[in-house]
């Protein structure tokens, strides 16, 4: 693991999509599993930007959502599913086909993990991992004590995670499970970013990059991945000895 610090949220975004244009340039066909949020937004406008100014053919690779808030449609702008959307697949025009969603309102969760994890085996694996991380160190929706042997599976929301995920949404939302990749998703992917920016996140950054590795801290397990980045900004690197 990695730790790249770069000196505000713009040239981490920059730096960030940087890495995804590398993969698609090297590999049209690359599979992408990309988180939802404030974290890696911008990225993910400097790389729509730079693919659409260098005409970069990006019909052939394939994008999976980390995570999905159940109960909520996808047609609300608090979705993954929207965010998505709106920031990446729209401005890109990625063939629907090659895009790989969770639908929120699905009357079957357990068969849309099944799906996606039978997809994921197929295709032989995902080359990059885009994650953020949230307050109480979860990655995706694996809240500490999730186990690390998980593919994508569906799960409780911690309290923290209800109450801070209200962000995204208009109005008050109830917030109760969610579905997610797995953190077994997270150690095979070829490559792992995890993105944060903030002095808000400088305690959770310390404890993820030098704290041990613990399932009570989901972000933890980025240590023991082979081929892994945490891009972080300033301030969001405030808490590290360094
Ligand atoms: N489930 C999502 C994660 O996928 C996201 O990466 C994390 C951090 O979000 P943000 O980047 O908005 O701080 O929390 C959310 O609850």
């Known amino acids: 693991m990695e730790v790249l610090v770069f000196k505000d949220y713009e040239a981490l975004s920059a730096a960030a999509a940087n890495q995804m244009l590398d993969l698609i340039r090297s590999d049209p066909y690359a599979v992408l599993c990309l988180a939802s949020g404030s974290s890696p937004l911008r990225a993910y406008q400097c790389f729509a930007d730079a693919v659409q100014k260098e005409q970069l053919d990006c019909s052939k690779c394939t994008i999976i959502a980390l995570d999905e808030w159940l109960g909520v449609s996808p047609e609300d702008s608090g979705s993954c599913h929207y965010f998505l959307s709106e920031n990446l697949l ?29 997809f994921i085996t197929q295709i032989g694996g995902i080359d990059l991992m885009i994650v953020g991380v949230g307050m109480n160190g979860h990655i995706g929706f694996n809240e500490p004590g999730t186990p690390t042997d998980n593919y994508a599976h569906v799960i409780d929301l911690d ?36 993105m944060a920016n903030g002095s808000k996140k400088a305690e959770i950054i310390q404890k993820t990059v030098e704290g041990k590795v613990s399932t009570e801290l989901p972000s933890s397990i980025m240590q023991n991945h082979t081929n892994a980045l945490i891009m972080i900004d300033e301030e969001a690197a405030g808490k590290l000895n360094r």
């Open 159 to 194: 309290e923290i995670t209800r109450t801070v995920g209200q962000k995204y949404f208009d109005k008050p939302t109830l917030l109760q499970k969610g579905i997610t990749m797995g953190l077994r998703n997270l150690l095979e992917a070829k490559k792992a970013i995890l």
């Open 90 to 118: 729209n401005p890109l025009n990625i063939p629907t086909r090659n895009v790989h969603l969770f639908d929120g309102l699905t009357t079957d969760p357990e068969a849309e993990c099944e799906k996606i994890n039978r």
